[in-house]
């Protein structure tokens, strides 16, 4: 066992709602003690400046350009950033000293690993200045350096809950902007990839039909009639053809067109492809999951989660029925692999992200 370490992560994503903080204690490898964790949400105003920043990166050519808005909106959601770790780590009653690495995602922007280009926004050396801690960042950056998708990186950490949890196989599925699907074989086999669209689609589209965030609690959707040829329409995407691993930008789906159809019957629409996505991705899988383990914002939509618990074979649960919290597990899987990059462990694999051999990453700034 290496040495143990006490780790925060800090994860924005790619769904744009704030941010999400988890404090763990960890080696990077079998030892995982999780404390609390913490969401901050982001103001209206700064989501609609992250929304430019948005649709300006899809013009990006390289990976360290920052023509405006992003380097505006780049500190600023470094600012917050420290600004919310501040008041978690008062909250927990512990100084910088205490804490020995932050794992830093920042916002997705733009992910097209086929181009060899992540960004995300976020500045590990002003961050580290403001908070007095050292920060690993760019966790993505060497895996597509060396040929791989960049994403899912969280899988590892999958893993090492998964050894908690008697049945196997196991699907931990993340419901974010985009949907993705850890599979975990009886002896610890990875695979990984995104499914397809997560909230973003249906979060888009409430947020021009109605200018709510998100559809709360899968409500609008529940109401709704799904449209089955635009489902069935979406599915034929290329990308579902592609084997795994694959991974997306969350615009990738923001061209599914419900149609001139009511408020409720896009929701559903929209909702219904996620999940037929999500269940899409069984064909990939060695063997079928004993259990569907559902983190991330998207396991709040009940309307999401009876489709899908409809759909597949076996249980279909929250994080939170094994006593896992799925708002904080990306922000706790950070945190775990920060501590992996400073030992020098894999983070990524050829069965998470299709890079050649295992692979480790980040960026590590000292605060001193």
Not at 78 to 91: K, M
Not at 147 to 169: F, K, N, T
Not at 287 to 316: I, K
């Amino acid at each position: 066992m290496g040495k143990v370490m006490r780790a925060i992560g800090l994860m924005s994503g790619t769904s744009m709602d704030g941010i999400d903080i988890a404090l763990l204690e960890t080696d990077g490898e079998a030892h995982v003690r999780r404390f609390r964790g913490a969401s901050v949400a982001y103001p209206e105003a700064f989501r609609t400046r992250l929304r430019a920043a948005l649709a300006r990166a899809a013009s990006l050519t390289r990976r360290d350009a920052r023509p405006a808005p992003l380097a505006e909106v780049e500190q600023e959601l470094t600012d917050r950033h420290a600004e919310a770790l501040s008041r978690f780590l008062g909250d927990c009653l512990l100084q910088p000293s205490a804490v020995d690495v932050i794992g830093f995602h920042g916002q997705t922007v733009l992910h097209r690993p086929a181009d060899g280009l992540t960004v995300q926004l976020g500045d590990g050396g002003r961050l580290a200045a403001r908070v007095g801690i050292d920060v690993v960042f760019d966790l993505r950056a060497a895996d597509v350096a060396a040929g791989g998708e960049g994403a899912p990186l969280v899988p590892v950490y999958h893993r090492a809950l998964a050894a908690r949890i008697g049945d196997r196989p196991v699907a931990f599925v993340n419901i974010g902007g985009v949907a993705n699907v850890t599979w975990i074989g009886r002896a610890g086999e990875l695979l990984a990839f995104d499914t397809g669209p997560g909230n973003a689609p249906i979060d888009d589209w409430m947020l021009a039909r109605t200018g709510a965030a998100c559809d709360q609690d899968g409500a609008v959707a529940a109401r709704g009639r799904p449209d089955n040829e635009v489902v069935r329409r979406a599915l034929r995407d290329p990308y579902f053809a592609r084997l795994p691993p694959k991974s997306l930008d969350r615009q990738a789906f923001g061209r599914i067109d419900p149609g001139a159809v009511s408020t409720e019957d896009g929701a559903a629409t929209l909702t219904a492809v996620t999940v037929e996505a999500i269940a899409k991705a069984r064909e990939h899988f060695p063997e079928e999951p004993l259990l569907w383990v559902v983190c991330g914002g998207g396991r709040r939509n009940r309307t999401l989660m009876r489709l899908l618990a409809a759909r597949v074979e076996n249980a279909v649960v929250p994080a939170e029925a094994l006593g896992l919290d799925g708002d904080t597990m990306e922000a706790e899987a950070w945190a775990y692999l920060a501590v992996r990059s400073l030992r020098g462990l894999p983070i990524s694999y050829p069965g998470t992200t299709g890079v050649s051999q295992p692979t480790c990453g980040g960026v590590l700034v000292r605060a001193r």
